[in-house]
């Protein structure tokens, strides 16, 4: 149906530029009047006045129709007496009803369904017709309104302008939108989450052990289960194993991105920058699924093989493969930023240096990286924001068990390993399991986003002092 | 220490701080290498398929249907006795396990490939061919060298029989590799020889067609509008400071979004390719925002003042003058950002992309795999035949991502004017 309305509003659009077009050709030779705008402006003019608010209902409505729909259902299989105690079960029968409308359910259907069924195929009848009928009456009405501007000569061009500006501003706007969508998604089931679980027995807590909350409906919990609740969802040991691996990660990265970066910038010859610095940025283009595969199938294994040929005990998830992997991804990050930051440390700087007497090293050791220091700290604090957010090479190479550990030859797991084990396959939504995902989702964001601001502030402070 | 000393010390920490640098670009280079000869070393064996030569006889007292039989009767026909017949005559076996150990070398849809072998030539009844039939996932192993034979039989998933088979095979050159057209072709499997990328790559093909028909034509209007129109205020600023972090959020959050808005709230159908398009559209737009806003910045004033000289509007100076010469670093920029998106695997797998999806989906609607999900998916089984798959999948995945790029820099290197 939908398809079919959007064919329609584009055919009455094309046609309204034309008729546009040539009415307003018409008008100015019958009249002899000059026009305010190009012909072909007045055609403009009518295809957005056709199309924008019919598309826009069009895209509002289908969004909200299926939601309207389903509560309507719900609450009048309710009142013809279906039994449902929780969510789960009244999206089931709703999804039943809605087979039985489209001629696949093969269960067995009693009258209470049958009934619903009706009313739905009632309901989604009313709605399309009165869909059609206000898409109608829109067009109808908004092509009224600009053909009666047309025929008073308006200044077309501006007006199509300032609905395209209007156009501009709405798209620029969806990054708000996404912001909002983001916050409002994490906010809102972690909110529920914290109304069963105190925000300081998560924030404190030392044990993470989800699996435990099986309860499904957190209104009716009684004390006990509320005391096995409590000590579930400690988040200490997942920041801990989170922040365990970025260190990692860093301990690779860092100085290897560091050194090439300062190579590039300081030492390297063009052509040699020419040909090492893409090389070098592959590394942040591989998709980190390849990363995790290979941390997964081949370092974590190897480490595994060498630790026992030296006689240690090595996990084939160790944080050691998924933090090394990490850091070698992370690499490129530390090495472009901070080859661009040292790169716009003012040559008057190193020939002051050079001309007390300083070898080049001591000059980059001394004089370039002191001044580009806010800049590479910047740059250091994207990449562990980076590493803390990354996902598939620690779900795939880190273990899943959330213990304590300092040993980086044991297993350790993360706070996106255990969003991703908690959320993959069938969840139930409702229960404090799913939330607390939710509410790991948040903690990650708020993070990722202070090191953002605090890096992001430190790179343009030191930008605003050499420029 | 006198001055000489001092200063051939201070030479040699010159060419340890030098030598470090070095080390370090050959320590990332060396990495590059590392893994994509890893990569290549497991993977590229995938694109190669076992097959058993095999002498196919069809008996129509088995078949139960006549020559000139139409396309529906054949389709219905049973074909397992066929296969079942032909099949334990490839090698003399002396019993009933003998004989169920020889038909386990064959992959499960041998009887597939007969019945299509039987529908493209015709008249067949009573008569008898010679077909390659696809080797199960073990002899395939085997037969490629990635599975070790020198094993004791319990720590073996070929018996000791089956060696004897095996051997007799190769002698008789009954064995041989042909290029794997089920690896392109068919959908995810549980059996790793019949396991393809064919839906794997059509659920990538749409969720990359979904987000980039989203996220570019919005990134070209928003950061025309941010880089052209904005008005210097609150509003503005706080769009920029919006998209700069939208950039830098981790790829699951977007995971989340999708589960809470999109399947929770609008209930779109899990799984599927649309609504991994729109995911991805969602944190594509702020890293293709930022290439183009920079591409438009780049064109400079003059062009605009020159247009605006003789007479254009505002919005005539940018759409006829500073957005056809912005293009094309704008299309690298996406270009670049679909690449990302086509590799990222974190918030498809909390839509419910991680599901089994055998058939080819037909639509963006309907449940399907992508790239890098099918990579995960398959990097978790724990049969040998996957490791390869998983490869070659990579190897796939990796090639898109170097044409992808590379299409960007041509078009940067070849159409983006350089203003001096």
Redesign the interface.
């Known amino acids: 149906m939908n398809i079919v309305l959007i064919f329609l509003i584009t055919i009455f659009s094309v046609s309204l530029f034309f008729y546009g077009k040539s009415k307003t050709k018409t008008i100015s030779i019958k009249d002899n009047i000059k026009l305010n705008a190009l012909p072909k402006f007045y055609g403009y003019y009518l295809v957005l006045w056709c199309s924008i608010p019919a598309l826009v209902f069009l895209l509002v409505w289908s969004l909200f129709e299926p939601v309207i729909i389903k509560s309507i259902i719900i609450e009048t299989a309710a009142n013809q007496g279906a039994i449902f105690s929780d969510k789960n079960e009244a999206n089931l029968i709703y999804e039943k009803i809605k087979a039985i409308h489209l001629g696949t359910y093969f269960g067995d259907i009693d009258s209470i369904l049958r009934e619903s069924a009706l009313a739905y195929a009632k309901f989604i009848n009313l709605f399309t017709n009165s869909k059609v009928v206000l898409i109608f009456g829109i067009i109808i009405a908004s092509v009224i309104y600009s053909l009666k501007k047309i025929k008073n000569n308006n200044k077309a061009r501006d007006d199509v302008e300032i609905i395209l500006k209007g156009l501009l501003f709405v798209s620029s706007l969806i990054a708000i939108l996404t912001t909002l969508g983001i916050i409002f998604s994490l906010l809102f089931e972690s909110i529920k989450f914290f109304s069963v679980i105190n925000v300081f027995d998560y924030l404190f807590g030392t044990n993470w052990s989800p699996q435990r909350a099986f309860v499904r409906d957190a209104s009716s919990i009684t004390a006990a289960e509320f005391e096995e609740l409590k000590d579930a969802f400690g988040f200490i040991p997942l920041i801990a194993g989170t922040s365990f691996i970025a260190f990692i990660a860093m301990l690779v990265a860092v100085p290897i991105g560091l050194f090439s970066g300062i190579y590039m910038a300081e030492y390297a010859s063009i052509k040699v920058r020419r040909i090492s610095k893409p090389i070098i940025e592959i590394l942040a283009g591989i998709p980190t699924v390849v990363y995790g595969f290979f941390a997964a199938l081949t370092v974590g294994p190897f480490f595994r093989q060498v630790g026992e040929n030296l006689g240690l005990t090595v996990s084939s998830e160790s944080a050691l493969a998924a933090g090394l992997i990490m850091g070698i991804m992370i690499i490129p990050y530390v090495s472009s930023l901070s080859d661009d930051v040292i790169n716009s440390v003012p040559q008057s700087l190193r020939d002051g240096s050079y001309a007390v007497g300083a070898t080049k090293s001591e000059t980059i050791k001394q004089v370039v990286i002191p001044a580009a220091l806010p800049g590479i700290i910047g740059s250091v604090l994207l990449a562990v924001s980076r590493a803390i957010g990354e996902t598939m090479i620690v779900v795939m190479a880190a273990g899943l068990a959330a213990n304590l550990t300092i040993n980086p030859l044991e297993s350790t797991t993360t706070i996106t390993t255990q969003i991703v084990m908690i959320l993959v396959g069938d969840q139930e939504f409702d229960s404090p399991k799913t939330q607390s995902a939710f509410a790991l989702g948040l903690t990650l964001f708020i993070a990722t986003l202070i090191l953002n601001y605090i890096a992001q502030r430190a790179v343009k402070k030191y930008r605003e002092k050499y420029d | 220490m006198t001055k000489e000393e001092r200063l051939k010390k201070?030479?040699r920490?010159?060419k340890?701080?030098?030598f470090?640098?070095?080390?370090?670009?050959f320590?990332?280079?060396l990495?590059?290498v590392i893994?994509v000869q890893?990569?290549f070393s497991k993977g590229s064996s995938a694109f190669k398929k076992t097959v058993i030569t095999t002498e196919v006889f069809f008996d129509q007292e088995l078949l139960e249907i006549q020559n000139g039989a139409s396309q529906e009767e054949i389709m219905e026909a049973d074909f397992y006795d066929i296969m079942i017949e032909n099949l334990i005559k490839a090698y003399p076996a002396k019993d009933r396990d003998e004989e169920d150990e020889l038909l386990k070398l064959f992959s499960g849809d041998a009887e597939i490939e007969i019945k299509k072998a039987f529908l493209n030539e015709n008249n067949l009844i009573g008569k008898t061919i010679t077909l390659d039939l696809t080797a199960s996932d073990d002899i395939d192993q085997l037969h490629k060298g990635n599975y070790p034979r020198d094993l004791p039989e319990e720590r073996r998933r070929i018996s000791d029989f089956q060696l004897v088979i095996y051997d007799y095979f190769v002698e008789n050159k009954k064995i041989s590799k042909n290029f794997n057209n089920y690896f392109f072709n068919n959908g995810d499997s549980r059996d790793p020889e019949l396991a393809g990328i064919g839906g794997a790559l059509v659920g990538s093909f749409y969720s990359i067609l979904i987000c980039l028909l989203l996220a570019f034509?919005?990134a070209v209007?928003?950061s025309?509008?941010?880089e052209e129109?904005?008005p210097k205020n609150k509003i503005t600023d706080?769009?920029e400071i919006?998209?700069?972090?939208?950039a830098?959020?981790?790829?699951?959050?977007?995971?989340?979004?999708a589960?809470?808005?999109l399947l929770?709230?609008?209930?779109l159908p899990r799984s599927t390719p649309l609504v991994a398009g729109i995911t991805l559209a969602?944190m594509t737009?702020?890293r293709i925002?930022i290439p183009c806003r920079a591409s438009l910045k780049a064109v400079p004033p003059s062009i605009r003042e020159g247009a605006l000289a003789v007479g254009a509007?505002?919005?005539q100076s940018v759409f006829h003058h500073v957005v056809p010469l912005a293009l094309p670093g704008t299309l690298s920029g996406t270009i670049i950002g679909l690449?990302?998106a086509?590799?990222?695997?974190?918030p498809l797998?909390?839509i419910g992309m991680?599901a089994f999806v055998v058939d080819i989906p037909s639509s963006p609607v309907d449940p399907s795999s992508s790239l890098?999900?099918q990579?995960?998916l398959w990097?978790?089984s724990a049969e040998r035949g996957f490791?390869e798959k998983?490869?070659a999948t990579?190897m796939m995945?990796?090639s898109f991502?170097i044409v992808m790029?590379f299409i960007a820099v041509y078009l940067r290197q070849k159409f983006e004017k350089r203003w001096n």
């Not at chain 2, 919006?242 to 939208?246: A, D, F, G, M, P």
């Not at chain 2, 086509?342 to 974190?346: F, H, K, R, S, V």
């Open positions: 201070r030479h920490a010159e340890r701080f030098r470090y640098g070095l080390t370090s670009i320590v990332a280079l990495f590059v893994l890893n990569i034509p919005v209007l928003a025309i509008y941010l129109f904005a706080f769009i919006n998209i700069n972090n939208l830098a959020v981790p790829s699951i959050v977007y995971g989340l979004l589960l809470q808005i929770a709230t609008i209930q969602l737009l702020p925002i509007s505002k919005f690449a990302q086509l590799g990222e695997t974190a797998i909390l991680v890098p999900v990579v995960y990097s978790e490791v998983t490869s990579i995945l990796l991502l790029n």
